[in-house]
């Protein structure tokens, strides 16, 4: 079946202006998380939805960032002002809910987005 | 808080064995895992272990778990020229809703 899809793959855009990354989930999958991997590092958290709500936003930098899932499938990651920082690539991530155990299962990465902030 | 660290490179021989370690600080895991990122790519899920679990085993891949040392490693057996990539291993806490806790990754070279 699709894996996690992630659009744009590459996003170039000049510092100040604002962009818009989306996240497709696997279908029926309720858990969806937002990492940021820097050149060389590991991922890093950002926010993490289960269902339509933002269940743990504190991976988020600052106000620029805000993201949403207003149907509790695709998510769109927002930043704001663009800072030359902010470039990295951008992974989302989701998982189905073990209802057994009230955990999340092992997450499904889609490929990011790699956004360039010139 | 949570902390993963890992080696930074491995280089191995195609044949051989690979042993990639991992330490963690936060006791209270539920699951760790290992991710493979090849150039370019998102990351592949390869395994997880269960914290009540001593040991994994998967086709080529074993996972040993030592809960007392917060030491967590993963061997490949019979590397291949395929494997070589950036291993990452990871931690989550249910009650944290299974974030993960990324090491810095640990890239592997095979050698032919």
């Known amino acids: 079946g699709a894996g996690v899809s992630q659009t744009p793959s590459n996003k170039v855009t000049e510092k100040g202006k604002y962009v818009e990354l989306r996240c497709d989930p696997i279908s029926g999958h309720t858990a969806l998380y937002w990492y940021r991997q820097s050149l060389g590092q590991g991922p890093e958290f950002l926010i993490y939805f289960q269902g339509t709500g933002a269940a743990d936003d504190s991976g988020l930098p600052n106000d620029r960032f805000f993201a949403v899932r207003p149907e509790g499938s695709v998510s769109t990651l927002k930043i704001q002002r663009t800072e030359r920082g902010d470039s990295a690539v951008y992974l989302c991530a989701s998982s189905l809910k073990d209802h057994q155990t009230s955990s999340n299962q092992p997450q499904h990465f889609g490929d990011g987005t790699r956004l360039s902030i010139l | ?112």
């Open chain 2, 1 to 112: 808080g949570e902390d993963v660290e890992q080696s930074l490179f491995l280089s191995v021989r195609e044949g051989d064995s690979s042993v990639i370690n991992c330490t963690y600080t936060d006791s209270s895991s539920t699951y760790l895992y290992w991710y493979k990122q090849e150039p370019g790519a998102g990351l592949q899920l390869l395994t997880y272990i269960f914290s009540n679990m001593d040991m994994k085993q998967d086709q080529r891949l074993t996972v040993l778990l030592n809960k007392k040392d917060k030491h967590l490693s993963l061997r490949i057996a019979d590397t291949q020229t395929g494997d070589s990539a950036i291993y990452f291993c990871a931690e989550s806490i249910k009650a944290a809703g299974n974030k993960l806790t990324f090491g810095g990754g640990t890239r592997v070279l095979v050698k032919p």
